[in-house]
């Protein structure tokens, strides 16, 4: 999907300005909605493929994976259970923003982001 978003930003009316994201929402049984791109130096009018999404505001856990991309899961498992420990209510949503790239995967730098609800 990125490849997607890459080829669009080449004749776009605005420019990079900021590290790749993933973020994650609609999860259920049934399915999950992956969206992926990166934020922009302005609003844009949609297309086809791109379309122009603001992240609301709001509260988040948030932590740092350092690592292959194959172990995130074991940051996942421990910004959860931070969450849980301080009873932290999760909306669902959740991104993840990847760092610089490396040839180094034990370098690479995620940051894991969950939604929390802030009633």
């Known amino acids: 999907m990125f490849d997607i978003v890459y080829a669009w930003l080449r004749d776009a009316p605005v420019r990079q300005a900021g590290h790749n994201y993933a ?15 990166f934020p922009v130096s302005g609003r844009f009018a949609d297309t086809d493929l791109v379309r122009c999404v603001e992240l609301a505001p709001g509260h988040a856990a948030h932590a740092v994976h350092v690592g ?7 940051t996942y498992a421990v910004l959860h259970a931070w969450c849980s420990q301080r009873a932290l209510a999760l909306t669902g949503q959740s991104w993840e923003v990847y760092g610089d790239p490396t040839e180094d995967p034990s370098k690479l730098a995620t940051g894991l982001f969950l939604r929390v609800d802030e009633a």
């Open 68 to 74: 292959p991309y194959a172990n995130m899961h074991r």
């Open 23 to 37: 973020l994650y929402d609609q999860c259920t049984p049934q399915g999950l909605r992956v969206r992926v791109g």
